[in-house]
């Protein structure tokens, strides 16, 4: 017991090797956050409006495949759906992209708009409070989190009271602001009345894209849905009905599986991976070949080859916990920095943090799996 | 043996500590296959210190490296402590390692450890000490070989003379039965190659160690209780004697 922690030393005596080690390291760790980090924000955010809306089952068209693709379904349906066991009341929702115009500089843009009655229950008092300013006409409320490039309307609107400016090529006024955030497929959020909604985007009502239903308390959310399914849905087929959590997993599984997204922020994590793996196999390779003729004399001391071996794989680990720790607080201040840039929901996890430990410990592993080979060569009869 | 029973019927002379017998040694395979060395034959004892002596080539390092356990003997037998080398496999080979210090012509002590860190390398291959006492022991190896005041040093800091006495205190801490030294004193100045000479010679005899030292410096054939000559993978005992006028000559 007690023996000689040779690994560490030998990693400590290397003072430029090891700082360059951790450096090229930490880089790879921090490029499989940011991609890591890119794709669970891109997922987190094409489901926040999902998350805030405060229903329990939603009906949507079966051409729909996301909020940012929406196909509209009959009223009739929602209508429908009211007359339920269990179901406390159906508020329909239109949403649509209408041209933003920039009230400081002029320049056009696509907003999402989200068209609900004032009177129902969509979203959380926290985040809209006062849906009175969209009850007058053409009013809308405006996403303060929405990207910069539809100008600085929060500004204006805290500074004047009111932003005038057109939507659509219809003048409209804000009158009040409220926080979402942007995603991948929408980069602004506005909300105003249904009847607004109809004004701007010459929309008929009857045609609904999401229907929201809420339960009476204590009803059974599966015998609801069930019942909506079989009555309303089943018969008609022209209906889709989920829970909340099936509505999120829905939108999610749109953007993992139908866009290229979610491929390419594996491919640059697996890049960052190989890119790590390759670093920490140089920096093993070459200080395993300085050392061959001190390990080759521990071998005629009578040190076994697993010995060497363990030597090997020590440093790889001593390389990954080393590597990891400056990276997972910089990764955390490129989260940070990305939120400010890009309003995207970035921030670490620590399911991200775990997984990204796991790989980082895995590829000074393999990398060590690969340079041990090397160690084979410090044969002590070859030596001298 | 036999001869040794004969002259000693009731056993009180000390078996040899290393028994040769006819080892010859190949290297390569098919074509290429050549042989190093022929039909060895040696016995060294307890507590002797033997030079071999030969030209570059002459299969001296081979013949070391087999006795280290470093290589499997190919034909013929080899004993160490009685153990026969031959068909031994390397699991044995490492265990009987541990038995016998080895000392090189570099030195090759790790560059990351202090002097006594290095030389507890060796009795860290020995689980039952403890920590305190491979500290004490190692220390004391280096009190013997003039560097006490050097413990804390890195090789990089030491001359070339403090290093091959850092690398015997290694070889010797374990009191290992064999000492193997090849060229020990190759990179050394007169001065301190004969000091690393003397102090290996000392410590194995206080430790009852055999050594066997190869060497091409005629000038430390003195310590020695006997020469072998070795040239194109034979072996000759030689006259003691007659050694240093021969060293002149293959030196």
Redesign the interface.
């Known amino acids: 017991m007690f023996a000689i922690p040779l690994a560490w030393l030998q990693l400590m005596r290397e003072r430029i090797r090891l700082l360059v080690a951790l450096a090229g390291i930490g880089f790879a760790v921090i490029l499989m956050f940011v991609q890591l980090g890119f794709r669970d924000a891109l997922f987190e955010s094409a489901v926040r409006i999902h998350l805030a809306f405060e229903g329990d089952v939603f009906l949507v068209s079966p051409q729909s495949s996301s909020l940012i693709a929406m196909d509209s379904f009959s009223r009739r349906r929602l209508l429908q759906a009211q007359g339920v066991d269990g179901v406390a009341s159906v508020t329909p929702i239109y949403m649509g992209f209408g041209l933003w115009k920039d009230p400081d500089k002029q320049g056009t843009r696509g907003i999402f708009v989200m068209g609900l009655d004032p009177a129902g229950q969509v979203f959380p008092k926290s985040m809209l409070p006062n849906l009175d300013p969209i009850k007058l006409q053409d009013v809308v409320l405006f996403d303060r989190d929405s990207r910069d490039e539809f100008g600085p309307v929060a500004t204006l609107f805290a500074r004047d009271g009111t932003v005038e400016t057109e939507l659509n090529s219809r003048r409209v006024k804000v009158g009040g602001i409220f926080a979402l955030g942007a995603s991948f497929g929408a980069d602004g959020n506005l909300v105003t009345s249904d009847l607004n909604f109809q004004r701007i985007f010459k929309r008929d009502l009857s045609k609904v894209d999401v229907g929201l239903v809420r339960l009476k308390p204590g009803a059974d959310l599966a015998q609801v849905l069930q019942a909506i399914r079989t009555e309303i849905a089943k018969p008609n087929q022209d209906v889709m009905v989920f829970s909340k959590e099936e509505f999120v997993a829905f939108e999610r599984k749109y953007w993992q599986t139908s866009t290229a997204i979610g491929f390419i922020f594996n491919l640059g994590a697996g890049i960052g991976w190989v890119v790590g793996t390759v670093i920490v196999y140089q920096i093993l390779y070459t200080d395993v070949a300085d050392h061959l003729a001190e390990y080759a004399t521990l071998k005629a001391m009578g040190y076994r080859n697993v010995y060497l071996l363990s030597i090997v794989f020590q440093e790889a680990v001593i390389l990954s916990v080393l590597g990891f720790i400056p990276a997972f607080f910089l990764g955390i201040g490129v989260y940070r920095m990305t939120y400010k840039a890009t309003a995207l929901p970035i921030y670490m996890t620590q399911d991200r943090a775990v997984f990204v430990f796991v790989l980082t410990m895995v590829m000074c592993i393999v990398s060590g799996a690969i340079a041990v080979r090397k160690v084979q060569e410090a044969d002590p009869a070859d030596i001298f | 043996m036999q001869t040794t029973r004969a002259l000693d019927p009731i056993g009180l002379a000390a078996e040899p500590i290393i028994a040769i017998d006819h080892v010859n040694h190949y290297f390569g395979s098919g074509r290429l296959r050549k042989q190093v060395l022929f039909d060895i034959t040696a016995r060294i004892e307890p507590g002797e210190v033997v030079i071999l002596m030969g030209p570059s080539g002459s299969g001296k390092?081979t013949l070391l490296?087999l006795i280290?356990a470093?290589?499997s003997t190919q034909e013929g037998s080899l004993k160490l402590f009685q153990e026969e080398l031959y068909k031994a496999n390397n699991g044995r080979l490492?265990?009987?390692?541990?038995s016998?210090g080895?000392i090189?012509?570099?030195h090759?002590?790790?560059?990351?450890?202090t002097s006594q860190?290095n030389v507890?390398?060796?009795l860290?291959?020995q689980?039952q000490l403890?920590?305190r006492e491979k500290k004490l022991r190692a220390l004391d190896m280096l009190d013997a070989v003039g560097l006490k005041d050097w413990a804390n040093y890195y090789p990089s800091q030491l001359s070339g003379g403090q290093k091959q006495r850092v690398a015997i205190a290694?070889a010797l801490v374990g009191q290992p039965k064999i000492v193997l030294a090849?060229e020990p004193t190759a990179a050394l100045d007169k001065k301190s190659g004969r000091e690393v000479v003397e102090i290996m010679r000392q410590l194995a005899q206080q430790q009852g160690s055999a050594v066997l030292l190869v060497t091409h410096d005629n000038r430390i054939l003195d310590v020695a209780d006997r020469i072998l000559y070795m040239e194109d993978g034979y072996l000759k005992e030689m006259d003691r004697d007659r050694g240093s006028d021969m060293a002149g000559a293959f030196g």
């Open positions: 390092t490296t280290g470093l290589r490492v265990n009987l390692r541990r016998i080895y090189f012509q570099a090759n002590l790790l560059n990351a450890l860190q507890q390398m060796t860290d291959l689980p403890g920590s290694r090849d």
